[in-house]
């Protein structure tokens, strides 16, 4: 009976001092915080590219629109000059005339060749037939180049995209007449890379290698963790600029605004996980050793942002040095 009574008090005591034991005891100390404000910034394009017309003439094809993306390569107008088809059939007409006259040529000769052998034909006469001969050559050669050259001239008419790059501009519509130079349409390239542009007065926290939080009010406050690779050396209409890498890439407009947080101090504070936190009414609690127990003591956490990267941010309610455990 006294055994019985023993193993029961036994496993009275396992099921009250286990949980006490496996929960993780911390010790609560002072961590070094930095504190960021939200700039507003700018994106902008990591490289801008343009198509032009090489040549001067009507434009009979468009296909890109703005906001479309492009490959590199990509057809996106056709530019066709008028002049160049008659140009074209001019040439071929006058190639087809040379090599008739090779041909009339080259027979002349060889017979005129077998006569000389045979001395019924005058050297002089036959020297004459095969300089004539190599004239008519070199004037088909002629020919074939020009044509060659204003066959290129016609390929000029071919608008391809510069780039793998968005659509921000089409200047032109089908019908329009353009100048050699002048722009068919703007792109933004899509290389993985935005440009930022902040104000002057955040010029020493931007530095190459840092990481920041870009957060996008207009797209449901999205945030994107970004690396600064590159800070101009000029700035820019009272703007530092900078092109920075985002994780997982960016769908932004460009000349979209975006804030982002920038350090503007460093202080200590009191964080703690936020699994050790719990809330009854409105009211937080952390579990606090107080002599050889924990009691529940309420606490005051920071505020709007209360929660970061899994920890709470304590302002009152605890104290350096504090043992606090899990809650019940």
């Known amino acids: 009976m006294q055994a019985a009574t023993k193993l029961a008090a036994l496993a009275t005591w396992i099921a009250f001092a286990a949980p006490a034991a496996l ?8 961590t070094t915080v930095v504190d960021y404000r939200p700039v507003i910034a700018r994106i902008e394009a990591g490289d801008i590219a343009t198509a032009r017309s090489r040549l001067q003439g009507v434009v009979s094809r468009l296909s890109i629109d703005e906001g479309q993306v492009v490959e590199a390569g990509e057809l996106v107008a056709l530019v066709t000059d008028d002049t160049i088809g008659p140009g074209l059939a001019a040439f071929d007409a006058r190639i087809a005339g040379l090599q008739s006259q090779i041909s009339q040529a080259e027979a002349d000769l060889a ?6 052998e045979d ?3 005058p050297r002089a006469r036959l020297d004459e037939q095969r300089t004539a001969l190599e004239v008519l050559n070199r004037n088909l050669a002629s020919a074939q180049a020009e044509r060659r050259a204003l066959a290129a001239r016609q390929s000029e008419g071919r608008i391809l995209a510069p780039a793998d790059a968005r659509v921000t501009s089409v200047n032109v519509v089908e019908g329009s007449v353009v100048n050699p130079g002048e722009v068919i349409a703007s792109f933004a390239t899509l290389n993985g890379v935005v440009r930022l542009s902040l104000p002057e007065r955040h010029a020493s926290q931007v530095a190459e290698g ?4 870009l957060r996008q009010p207009s797209r449901g406050n999205e945030v994107h963790s970004a690396t600064i690779i590159t800070v101009y050396p000029e700035l820019r209409d009272g703007a530092v600029v900078a092109d920075a890498t985002v994780q997982g890439g960016l769908n932004s407009l460009v000349g979209e605004r975006v804030d982002v947080l920038a350090p503007v101090g460093e202080r200590r504070a009191i964080r703690i996980p936020s699994e050790y936190v719990s809330t009854r009414y409105g009211v937080d609690f952390v579990r606090v050793e ?4 924990f009691v529940d003591a309420p606490v005051a956490l920071a505020a709007p942002l209360g929660e970061t990267e899994g920890y709470y941010e304590i302002l009152s309610g605890l104290r350096p040095g504090d043992v606090i455990t ?3």
Do not use: C, H
Not at 111 to 116: M, T, V, Y
């Open 23 to 30: 929960a993780q005891n911390i010790t609560v100390e002072e």
């Open 111 to 116: 017979r005129n060749e077998a006569l000389f």
């Open 119 to 121: 001395g019924f034909f």
């Open 210 to 213: 840092e990481t920041i939080s």
């Open 290 to 293: 107080v002599g050889e127990r």
């Open 326 to 328: 899990m809650p019940e």
